[in-house]
């Protein structure tokens, strides 16, 4: 199994748009973000993007989240999800956005998280 202490490492070495989004908001955001999402995956099954938002992760400091993708693609990196296809937003009029299921949930697959 992986350890979930790995997923608080530095940031990744290859920074696109979405990596420099997360350099802009800061290393200290990038951890908190780190720390609430695996927090979120041994709690929940699912997540979805909008499940950010709505479930007290840390804003971004500089308010755009797009920041949070660099914490989505570091988790999966990192084993802790795995895509599960699509599921339609919280947000946006029901468009699709992708649905994540956690590897590391310690409750009852049936109960929590997001559909």
Request: glycine letters at 12%.
């Amino acid at each position: 199994m992986i350890e979930p202490a790995m997923f608080t490492e530095a940031l990744d070495p290859n920074p696109d748009i979405v990596g420099r989004t997360a350099e802009n908001a800061g290393e200290a955001w990038v951890h908190a973000a780190r720390r609430w999402l695996e927090r979120y995956l041994t709690e929940n099954p699912y997540l979805r993007p909008d499940d950010a938002k709505r479930n007290g992760c840390p804003v971004p400091p500089t308010g755009e989240w797009r920041a949070f993708g660099s914490i989505i693609r570091h988790a999966l990196k990192h084993g802790l999800m795995v895509r599960a296809g699509e599921a339609p937003r919280g947000s946006g009029h029901g468009a699709m956005a992708p649905r994540y299921r956690s590897l590391i949930f310690r409750g009852n697959p049936r109960v929590g998280g997001s559909v």
